[in-house]
């Protein structure tokens, strides 16, 4: 049978990094690939939803999410960043900050509209865009380099409606600095362009505090800020996430996520709530402190293994250069890495929005136990 459907779907491919863990399952090999702990979720968070569903709290929650929820959110928020929110209005509870972004890029781009993206970026936004019928543009934003601001604004024009930034950054682990952030809003500003910021990394990082772009002058009635419980709170297959925007955007929001999902779990959203409420800075602080010493660890084994890597200012991921080692294009480089020393990272090509035949680029994830990195230090280290 000739499909005839899936117009709109066409242009997907299948996601890069669950083939690869599909790949590492069937070689036995250790997945460094997909972004998921291999560590345990808090107890406070396991016993919290243990009683909620106990309690019954099993029935559809308000459409845009539980009240103590986003209460207890918007006193974080106030809390870590001085940001001010109403509850009632600005917040929608997702399923997983994948959600949120769909539904926001929905909410606000119209077909035609153009949204920026930096690149290298995180592989979804592809996809995001295509659904709703924009087109992407890209603009380079390296490790270990500045922001080519005047390229940056030179793709901004009246067509562009929205920017998503992801900071800190999924694969790169790079971290936008107060003045880029200054700058990108400066241009949002001047072609009244949304910044849509995915911020599920903003507390695993590695050099100063997280800085939302909606705290920036102007900019909270122009941004939409994504984040999530996925990586903070390992717990990833809970999907659990939100979209911060001003009423109106919100309100939008609202009606996209009530016709994709209905809504987020319920007893799930009472156990984010209470780790919300009773998890302080001692959790934060040493939740950025051990992804310190895992990156660190993952950094070390690379380099002492070959491989050409800076260290990440956050998230859990690091971009490898694997050029002294191999030849071999970066999908047959992963393939090996997985069939013949036993770990699994992502080709780098994934993450770009053009092919480049000399790119020799690899992404390994470290939100795994110490055990796990140093079986994996034990096999990379072994290298011809
Ligand atoms: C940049 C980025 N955004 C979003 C997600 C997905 O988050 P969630 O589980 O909240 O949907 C990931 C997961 O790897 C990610 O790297």
């Known amino acids: 049978m000739t499909a005839t459907f899936g117009g709109r779907t066409r242009g997907f491919t299948e996601s890069v990094i669950r083939g690869m863990s599909a790949l590492a399952r069937e070689h036995g090999a250790i997945n460094l690939a997909q972004g998921f702990p291999d560590f345990p979720a808090p107890d406070l968070l396991k016993e919290a939803a243990a009683r909620a569903i106990a309690d019954d709290v099993n029935q559809y929650a308000i459409t845009w999410g539980s009240r103590r929820l986003r209460d207890a959110l918007a006193r974080k928020y106030a809390e870590w960043y001085g940001m001010a929110m109403n509850p009632e209005t600005d917040i929608t509870v997702t399923c997983g900050s994948t959600e949120a972004m769909v539904a926001t890029l929905m909410a606000i781009v119209e077909p035609g509209d153009e949204v920026i993206v930096f690149d290298p970026f995180y592989e979804n936004y592809g996809p995001d865009a295509i659904l709703c019928g924009a087109s992407l543009r890209h603009v380079p934003l390296p490790m270990g380099a500045p922001l080519d601001l005047e390229r940056l604004a030179a793709v901004f024009s009246p067509k562009t409606r929205a920017i998503i930034l992801n900071t800190p950054a999924n694969p790169t682990g790079r971290v936008l600095t107060r003045e880029e952030l200054g700058a990108i809003a400066a241009l949002c500003q001047r072609f009244d362009a949304w910044a849509v910021t995915d911020e599920i990394y903003e507390h695993i990082r590695y050099a100063g505090p997280h800085v939302p772009m909606a705290t920036l002058p102007?900019?909270?009635?122009?941004?939409?800020?994504?984040?999530?419980?996925?990586?903070?709170?390992?717990?990833?297959?809970?999907?659990?996430?939100?979209?911060?925007?001003?009423?109106?955007?919100?309100?939008?929001?609202?009606?996209?996520?009530?016709?994709?999902?209905?809504?987020?779990?319920?007893?799930?959203?009472?156990?984010?709530a209470v780790a919300l409420d009773q998890l302080g800075s001692e959790f934060y602080g040493r939740l950025a402190c051990e992804y310190c010493g895992r990156r660190n660890l993952l950094h070390d084994t690379?380099?002492?293994?070959?491989?050409?890597?800076?260290?990440?200012?956050?998230?859990?991921?690091?971009?490898?250069?694997?050029?002294?080692?191999?030849?071999?294009?970066?999908?047959?480089?992963?393939?090996?890495?997985?069939?013949?020393?036993?770990?699994?990272?992502?080709?780098?090509?994934?993450?770009?929005?053009?092919?480049?035949?000399?790119?020799?680029?690899?992404?390994?994830?470290?939100?795994?136990?110490?055990?796990?990195?140093?079986?994996?230090a034990e096999r990379l280290r072994k290298i011809p």
């Open 218 to 272: 102007g900019m909270a009635e122009r941004t939409v800020t994504i984040s999530g419980a996925s990586k903070t709170f390992a717990v990833t297959g809970w999907r659990i996430g939100w979209a911060i925007a001003p009423a109106v955007v919100s309100g939008a929001i609202r009606k996209v996520h009530d016709f994709l999902t209905v809504g987020a779990p319920a007893p799930l959203m009472e156990a984010v």
């Open 302 to 376: 690379l380099v002492a293994s070959g491989f050409r890597a800076t260290l990440p200012d956050g998230a859990y991921y690091i971009l490898a250069d694997y050029s002294a080692l191999s030849e071999l294009p970066d999908d047959r480089f992963a393939r090996w890495l997985t069939t013949e020393v036993g770990v699994t990272p992502v080709p780098g090509s994934s993450f770009f929005s053009t092919p480049d035949p000399a790119r020799r680029l690899v992404r390994f994830a470290f939100c795994k136990r110490e055990d796990t990195l140093l079986q994996a």
